[in-house]
């Protein structure tokens, strides 16, 4: 065994994980970071950078075959699905080096490739090592949560770990699970010619505001998409190749590959959080507004802390906790600002609270900004007109928007900034925005806000009537 003493300890390499080795190192701490599996966790290998390749991937075969209301022939596209797997692989091995051993120990940090259990609430161990640590960091992430539906066991089915590396093309891809990951999976797979069946036990994404929501199911069910709503899977039977998912009303869907993207859980099974004096929460890591688990010299971040799942969460709290560990300074979460993205096609963003939760908290307070795609000139010529932008304000302050259409992962970049930086509507509407661009469509629904004020308030009206009486 060897003995190691460092200052901070971070266990698991993927976003969260690498973030806080990466600036902690930078900051002049002597940092050691073990992972068990992959550089670079599940974003880079299993998750948001695969699934954005299959998405590239499909969206190229959908433009070959959709290519005539531009003026261009529709064609079938001949789509090599191995291939299509191969430039998903290609585009992790671009990114990889970012996240690799080399680029790390070049950094300065110690990396050890081996899982971490704790000792004591000081003390872990990576394989021959132990290692005592001032802070330690836990970012394990999480897993597929496969339920134990009745029958599941006897067939072959794939979660997000193993279907980037299918080779087959999937003929009728069942896909349990109707939220972000599998509605995302099912698009790309029907745009690469596959039948897909989306099976959800409640909404399809539930989550999200059911009107922005609604026009994104509505354009993935009129690409072909089977999704099928309130169907509980309650026994799954056959084999490779001849799968039926059987709901609870006694529906029966049947294909020939079975995805599981039902949600996720966290990656603790290994810690022997007990011996640190960890407490679990519901789901994950019990952690407080400074993600400081119940032992106060570890951290936990990222998805095994339980709360919003995304890359750019464990990248924040990566920001906040290095703030608390290498200064002692507070930290404190925030979440009111923190946006999320859907990549289907059209997307679906959100930042800060929907309608539904604005109108709980704030009542008759809040006014809700709406503007359509239809009159942006930009999506007319792109002729992705299939969008709404709706921005919630009170007192002039936005405290959330939702967007569905083209873009909408880009457009909710401005309303993060002006919902973290607590600015007025009035900031977007004094911007002047390129035209003819998607993003005017921020300016727009900034204008929507105010305009009723300017051009339905008969008070503007008679100031202007006075005033030109006695302009000369
Ligand atoms: C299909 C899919 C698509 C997604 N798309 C997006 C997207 O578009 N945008 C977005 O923001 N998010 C997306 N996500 C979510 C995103 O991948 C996660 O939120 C993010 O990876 C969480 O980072 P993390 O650091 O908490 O955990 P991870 O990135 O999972 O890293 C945890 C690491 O810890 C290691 N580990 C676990 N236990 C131990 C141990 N005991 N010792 C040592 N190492 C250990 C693991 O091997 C892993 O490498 C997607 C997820 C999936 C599944």
């Not at 991937?57 to 433009?63: C, L, V």
């Not at 690799?100 to 950094?107: D, M, P, Q």
């Not at 110690?110 to 971490?116: D, L, N, S, T, W």
């Not at 930042?351 to 109108?359: D, F, N, P, S, Y």
Request: aromatic fraction near 6%.
């Amino acid at each position: 065994m060897t003995k190691i003493k460092t200052d901070l300890l971070v266990i698991g390499a993927g976003s969260g994980g690498l973030s806080v080795a990466a600036g902690a190192v930078q900051m002049g701490a002597d940092v050691t970071l073990l992972e068990g599996h992959k550089m670079g966790g599940d974003c880079l290998n299993y998750g948001c950078v695969p699934s954005k390749a299959l998405i590239a991937s499909g969206k190229a075969a959908w433009g070959q075959s959709h290519a005539q209301k531009y003026g261009v022939a529709n064609v079938a596209p001949k789509v090599d699905y191995a291939a299509a797997k191969d430039h998903v692989a290609d585009v992790i091995a671009e990114i990889e080096p970012n996240d690799s051993v080399e680029r790390f120990e070049g950094l300065g940090v110690r990396v050890i490739q081996e899982y971490g259990e704790f000792l004591s609430p000081t003390e872990v161990k990576a394989g021959d090592h132990i290692i005592t640590a001032r802070r330690i960091v836990i970012a394990t992430g999480s897993s597929p949560l496969v339920p134990p539906i009745p029958g599941l066991e006897n067939v072959p089915y794939l979660t997000n770990e193993t279907l980037f590396e299918l080779r087959e093309q999937p003929e009728h891809l069942l896909i349990i699970g109707g939220g972000p990951i599998g509605l995302e999976m099912a698009q790309a797979h029907r745009r690469l010619g596959s039948k897909v069946t989306v099976i959800e036990g409640m909404k399809a994404l539930g989550k999200d505001d059911p009107e922005l929501a609604a026009i994104v199911l509505e354009n993935l069910r009129a690409e072909g998409i089977a999704i099928e709503e309130d169907a509980l899977a309650q026994e799954i039977r056959g084999g490779a190749g001849a799968i039926e998912v059987e709901t609870k009303d006694g529906r029966v869907f049947k294909g020939t590959h079975l995805l599981m993207a039902v949600g996720r859980k966290a990656n603790i099974d290994k810690l022997n959080l007990e011996a640190a004096g960890i407490e679990r929460a519901r789901n994950g890591i019990k952690v407080d507004s400074g993600m400081r688990t119940t032992n106060k010299k570890v951290y936990a971040i990222g998805d095994v802390a339980g709360g919003l799942q995304f890359t750019h969460v464990a990248g924040y709290h990566a920001g906040l906790i290095i703030r608390s560990a290498l200064f002692g300074l507070p930290a404190k979460e925030r979440t009111d600002h923190i946006p999320w993205a859907t990549y289907t096609d059209p997307e679906l963003a959100q930042v800060g609270l929907t309608e539904a939760q604005a109108r709980e908290k704030h009542g008759t307070a809040l006014e809700v900004a709406r503007f359509h795609f239809t009159h942006n000139d930009r999506a007319i010529a792109e002729r992705k007109t299939a969008g709404l932008i709706k921005v919630m304000v009170v007192k002039g302050r936005p405290v959330g928007a939702s967007i569905a259409g083209y873009q909408a992962g880009e457009l909710i970049n401005l309303w993060a900034l002006v919902i973290a930086n607590r600015l007025k509507m009035s900031a977007v509407a004094n911007m002047v925005a390129p035209y003819p661009t998607i993003g005017e469509l921020n300016k727009r629904a900034a204008g929507a806000y105010f305009s009723p004020r300017l051009f339905e308030n008969p008070k503007v009206k008679r100031i202007v009537g006075f005033v030109q009486r006695w302009l000369p």
